[in-house]
């Protein structure tokens, strides 16, 4: 007979939406959530009886060896979502709220993590271009890559679609990080913080406009900044396409 342990954490703050936890740990997500974005893991909205909006984020379920290594060794991408966000919050950066985490586990093995958090307001900074006061959203952008780099956060899912803002009325903006669970701190080399315009835009000439805000920011030489920036996407890029032909051939 298969033994399965549930660890369930909540925010003291929010010990009000223990049972929805609960729930995901015997029950999966429940069937009124609302599915927004499925690939890897899944993405949930959930209206709570109080009527907050919370997101839940069910990570696929590891395969060996990796239950094990989570199991064992390495905290959960549930757990490492919710801690990040913690102290993202300490360090004054903008994420979602976390509200907890779910690991349920048969035979000491991971088999299902849920991730829950406030649903945060905002849009992306997809298609920057293309919105009206972008050279103002860029040059906040790049004041936010600064202030995360001296204090040593790595984010190494910088991409578009995980950085949501919102402007006020003043023309002020306020940024939030999400997916955050690949995210590393105390970190201060500076080839690795660089790693952060490797894909935050498909389009170098676009990339240029974050690293010119970037430079200015730090106070740093805007053409090596530009150059460093142009170096570590390229790189990216053909780290990428050597995936993408290595996987062909081992599909075949």
Not at 133 to 159: C, E, P, Q, Y
Request: hydrophobic letters at 35%.
């Amino acid at each position: 007979m298969k033994k399965t342990k549930y660890t369930i954490i909540v925010s003291p703050e929010y010990e009000r939406y223990r049972p929805l936890l609960q729930q995901l740990a015997t029950n999966d997500v429940p069937s009124r959530a609302q599915l927004i974005y499925r690939a890897r893991n899944r993405v949930f909205t959930l209206t709570a009886d109080d009527g907050t909006l919370l997101n839940i984020k069910a990570f696929r379920c590891p395969s060996f060896p990796n239950s094990a290594i989570y199991t064992h060794w390495r905290e959960s991408k549930a757990s490492r979502s919710y801690h990040n966000s913690r102290r993202l919050i300490e360090l004054n950066i903008g994420t979602a709220i976390p509200v907890g985490y779910v690991e349920v586990s048969k035979n000491g093995m991971l088999t299902r993590s849920y991730y829950v958090s406030l649903q945060h307001p905002g849009e992306t900074v997809r298609d920057w271009q293309n919105i009206p006061h972008s050279d103002n959203l860029i040059d906040a952008l790049g004041a936010l890559l600064v202030d995360m780099h001296r204090k040593g956060v790595w984010h190494k899912d910088f991409t578009p679609g995980n950085i949501l803002f919102t402007r006020s009325d003043n023309g002020h903006y306020e940024f939030a990080l999400l997916d955050v669970n690949r995210m590393k701190f105390d970190i201060h080399d500076t080839t690795t913080l660089m790693t952060n315009f490797k894909a935050i835009h498909l389009d170098d000439k676009q990339m240029l406009r974050l690293a010119h805000a970037y430079a200015r920011h730090a106070g740093l030489d805007d053409s090596q900044v530009c150059n460093k920036a142009l170096k570590t996407a390229e790189t990216y890029r053909h780290s990428k396409a050597r995936h993408r032909i290595l996987k062909k051939i081992f599909k075949h």
